[in-house]
């Protein structure tokens, strides 16, 4: 079995798949696979021959703080990134989740976004308030801005939850988060 679990960015999506793993499941990060295929020769080559050398760091990894700013304020330098890392990352996922005998939960932001939706057995979405996501990615470091534009790079959660076949809502804490994984886990168990 392997579920999708999208929702947007601030809603609990990380903290809602690392309670499904005492159920078994291996969980796979999308947003990982993507920092693993940028590190990747071929994508260092392509960023800096688009961006220059301000996109690295000086041991010669991708400056992510930098490259951030850069794809989050300009949708043509984000649609440059994702259209060189996304097939990398979905061929990386595929490998990911190649042993049929687990239980895949993978975790992807731009689920949909993507259309990705039909690649999975179930979809689930974590979603919030705005408010409740302004307040998380506050306290992760990003200016109330930078928060919303992030948002808004992303399909809004109400499109997000009418697409998925499960949704947990997450304004709660994290035990009521487990409890709510816990319960999605006894229906969803074959």
Request: proline share 4%; glycine share 6%; hydrophobic share 40%.
């Amino acid at each position: 079995m392997v579920i999708g679990l999208t929702g947007g960015i601030g809603c609990g999506k990380t903290a809602a798949a690392r309670f499904f793993e005492p159920s078994g499941f291996v969980i796979v990060e999308a947003d990982q696979l993507a920092r693993q295929a940028l590190e990747e020769p071929a994508s260092l080559q392509a960023i800096q021959a688009r961006w220059g050398s301000d996109c690295m760091r000086p041991d010669g990894t991708p400056n992510r703080e930098w490259i951030g700013r850069k794809v989050f304020t300009d949708a043509n330098e984000r649609a440059f990134l994702e259209s060189h890392l996304h097939p990398r990352v979905a061929v990386l996922r595929q490998q990911a989740t190649a042993d049929r005998t687990r239980s895949y939960i993978v975790e992807i932001p731009l689920l949909f976004e993507l259309g990705l939706e039909n690649t999975f057995d179930a979809v689930v979405c974590i979603a919030c308030s705005d408010e409740v996501r302004l307040n998380r990615l506050e306290k992760r470091g990003l200016s109330r801005e930078q928060a919303t534009a992030r948002i808004n790079t992303q399909m809004p959660i109400n499109e997000k939850v009418k697409k998925s076949k499960y949704v947990i809502w997450n304004d709660g804490d994290l035990d009521f988060l487990e409890a709510e994984v816990d319960r999605l886990v006894a229906t969803i168990r074959p």
